[in-house]
């Protein structure tokens, strides 16, 4: 078989819209099997995610679980709504570009069984997310980079698009008169459907959606998707693709996902440093705790900027720590399908 043919797929599904009839086939009495501090005692299926706009998020992932469907396919299509939501500028299609006025995206996804894909500084392709899992099940790789992912994911059957929206493009001229750069904690939160020099901070850098599921069978996977940093070096590559620093799933113990500036959980290793300390005996929310202490005694010069952890143990409790106030996180289960839990944090 040639390469072309062995390459050649369709696209995947459009991102799933949720209903009140998915809802109602899912039995709302959570399935307790064990206890734990953060959110949650133990129920599953469950999915959280990170900011504010993983409501949505993990509402078309719970849409999957409503119909049978596995951890790995919830975790994909509930990051595909945010990376074609229009409003937010910190992931997908409407990500803020690099100082080149290029929209460069990352993304990576990681299933029960251990199997991973993800792509790096691909353009033009508007869910990335798609693109990582395609890498997963159909080639003998983990990470595609830069033209050879935009070719992998041509050759699959994805459309090739401009990805530079009007308002980003508008953003970045507005950028380009001072040219300043410095990372804005939370920048995901006050930059989501504001235009340019309409909220402090719009004009910042990291940017994520991390998402984690268990299923009814008690099976973890793990997604996160991201633009990066806004006006970043083009070629600039975060944590978001990396596997064990922006994302890692351990069925047997549980997974972890990171936001926030991304270069400062690659040198700790984040996500995999999570649920070591998981594997160990901690609590989802102490785990990420240690993670973010323990950046911020290699570096304590980190304390100015923001990282947060996301994690999510056998059981299905979840919890979250971060460097500075006002990270957030969004959990979905058969009890309550918008909640959103302010991150604890060390300052």
């Known amino acids: 078989m040639d390469r072309r043919r062995f390459l050649q797929g369709a696209t995947l599904a459009s991102g799933l819209a949720l209903g009140a009839d998915a809802l109602a086939r899912i039995d709302a009495k959570p399935k307790s099997s064990g206890s734990g501090s953060g959110s949650g005692g133990g129920t599953r299926p469950r999915v959280c995610s990170t900011w504010d706009f993983g409501i949505a998020a993990n ?3 719970w849409k999957v679980f409503a119909d049978g469907g596995r951890a790995l396919d919830a975790v994909e299509q509930g990051v595909r709504v945010p990376e074609a939501d229009l409003r937010n500028h910190s992931v997908g299609r409407a990500g803020y570009p690099d100082r080149d006025g290029k929209v460069t995206l990352d993304a990576s996804i990681m299933d029960e069984q251990g199997n991973c894909g993800a792509v790096a500084a691909i353009e033009h392709i508007a869910h990335p997310i798609s693109v990582a899992r395609r890498v997963m099940e159909r080639t003998p790789h983990v990470l595609l980079v830069g033209d050879g992912a935009l070719q992998f994911a041509l050759e699959q059957g994805f459309p090739r698009e401009e990805l530079l929206t009007p308002e980003s493009d508008k953003a970045w001229h507005e950028w380009l008169k001072t040219a300043k750069y410095k990372p804005v904690a939370n920048s995901e939160v006050k930059t989501y459907n504001a235009g340019p020099g309409g909220t402090p901070g719009d004009a910042s850098n990291h940017d994520t959606i991390g998402m984690l599921a268990i299923d009814a069978h008690g099976n973890l996977s793990g997604a996160c998707t991201t ?21 890692y799933v351990d069925n047997e113990v549980g997974a972890a996902t990171s936001t926030g500036v991304g270069e400062e959980v690659i040198r700790n290793v984040g996500s995999f440093l999570v649920v070591e300390l998981m594997r160990q005996g901690r609590s989802p929310e102490d785990a990420c705790r240690e993670a973010v202490e323990r950046i911020l005694r290699r570096k304590p010069g980190a304390k100015d900027i923001q990282v947060g952890f996301l994690a999510m143990d056998k059981k299905g409790n979840v919890g979250a720590w971060a460097i500075q106030k006002g990270f957030s996180y969004a959990v979905c289960d058969a009890a309550k399908q918008d909640t959103l839990i302010p991150g604890k944090s060390t300052y």
């Open 59 to 61: 509402q078309a992932a």
């Open 227 to 247: 633009s990066g940093m806004a006006w970043k070096l083009h070629g600039r590559v975060g944590d978001s693709p990396i596997i064990g620093a922006g994302l």
